[in-house]
């Protein structure tokens, strides 16, 4: 037979039994017939390379070893969920969206393991991505390869993105770590950090060895191909060859909700992969389109975690640490102890109000709770157990790194170290400025920090940007080689040029989240402009309250603040809204919209966010100036007003139109 047939049907076999196996539990061929395939394709490949193609099934066996892993930028975010934790926030979801009563949901399981964005071009597999921090991922392509329940081809070629989620099986992970107990390398802690540590392994062969298998469970350009609800999305997603979880269900109402909840709660234990939730969509795209999303989840999807597990331990010790606004954290040091699949051997006790109405005592057995990445918590003391040697807790009144005296928040139970200068202040504020959603300075985390704290050559936040000039100190560090100080100088720089909503969070003012953060860079541009910013102006702005606003008033005139932002211009921190969003349209490039109307597709706030991002601008009065009037039901006068002066109009369905490939 000719070779070039001969590989092409080897190829037809592997593929076909592939499916078979990882997609459709149903092999037609024994392990051994499929390896001796496998093999006569890898030799035949090998002898004639002319005939190996990209979309071989032998590719899965990546065999370059990176030295690191590319960057990707998501060209649609990739959003992480809300979380609920019982009835009754499901029932808030619920209200907050279904307003007529009549929405349908998808409910399914929540995958223990790490997000992954695969693209396919012409129906070949091309690009696997990280989360990352849901803007810009990790390019791991060779390794999502490796993993046979990835299809190289689709049934169709198609231009895809689909989403999903990589994990280990609990059989495959313990397995695992039999073998590595066995060769004493160090345990994985639960199939989840298993599988992460074996996607983003440099070597593919090792990503390969590791049996990671992909559920898919998000498409998040529906429309591009006429889908028009999530179940569909999910059938269509299948037909392509991906591997969809079977257990998905759409429900009616919130009772269907409930009902997969408790039903899933009891079969957890069955099942062959770890799951540490239940997750909820809004069925139809339409309504997801027009809930949206905040700057961090969709508005349409909510992922209800399982109860918390609570496991019982000794309390040692209370220590107390100093936040970077200065408050006050007691914290409960424990006899280290196993739950939610990881060693806990501190927990926070929140302030001194908890403490005392708890009635949690030094030496106690407490019941400690963990719920997956939540910061455990002591619940409850085992009165019960308690012997009489336990000692009662003492609220500090000075702060235990810098001895000012502590103030005491009057409204909320808190207590403050009132001192700007405090050590522990300074390297938090440091530590937050540089973490990932602040300015992502890779490489400058906390314990690096601290040690760069201690060794006096990071006191606040500007100093990061001198660090460049102590290299000899920072390389006679024990651990930093020069490769870690010239990765950590370059994170450093590439930092200035961020946008200003990071600059912003990092900055660190009171109650100034990353939306927040993000709304006041869009509204002011530039740093300047918000300086000079007055709180009653501030509070006109939508999502912001008066407390906000004044904290950001007060923010901006104390002295200490504006000398770190002159400190931060000299060293050229971008301090400039950059708009990453914005993809020039010409049907909205320097024009003037004006909205009126209910718009019953999307919100108002999306579509001026949209127009914005497309170079449009959106006012709020008709006047000759004024490009297109888009409206939606019951227009006001400013319709008629658009109609005299003849400026065009646009209705809803012709506005969702224009904007349909940019709507996410
Ligand atoms: S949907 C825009 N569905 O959970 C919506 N996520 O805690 C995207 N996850 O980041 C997510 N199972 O990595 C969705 N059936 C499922 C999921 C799921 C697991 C992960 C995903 C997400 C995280 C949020």
Redesign the pocket.
Known sequence: MNIEKRIIELKKIINKANVEYYLQDNPSLTDQEYDRYVQELISLEDRYPQYKTSDSPTTKVGSKVLDKFDKVTHKIP????G?VFNEEEIRAFDDRINFDNNLEYVC????????VALTYENGILVKGAT?GDGTVGEDITNNVRTIKSIPLILNKPIDIEV???IYMSKKSFNELNEKRAKTGEPLFQNPRNAAAGSVRNLDAKITESRNLDC?I??L?NPLDYGIKTHYEALTFMKELGFNT?NE?RLVKNIDGILKFINEWTQRRPSLAYE???I?I?VNDIATQNKLG?TVK??RW?T?YKFPAQEVITRLIDIIFTVGRTGKITPNAILEPVRVAGSTISRATLHNEDNVISKNIKINDMVVIRKAGDVIPEVVRPVIERRTGLEKDFVMISNCPICGSRLEKDMIKADYFCPNDNCDARSMESIIHFASRDAMNIEGLGENIIEDLYNAKLLKNISDIYHLENYKEDIIAMEGYGNKTFENLIASINKSKDNSLERLLFGLGIRQVGLKTAKILSRVYKNLDNLMIAPAHELEEIKDIGPIIALNIENYFKNENNLYLIDRLKEVNVNMEYINTNIRIDEDFANKTFVLTGTLNMITRDKASELIENLGGKVSNSVSNKTSVVIVGENPGSKYDKAKKLEIPIWDEEYFMDKIKDYNI
């Open positions: 990739m959003l992480s969920l979380n399914e399981l929540k995958i223990d393991g790490l997000g989360r989403r999903g989620e559920f469970y998000h998040p979880n998905a799951i540490d939730g997750v969509k999303y989840v969709p999807a992922a």
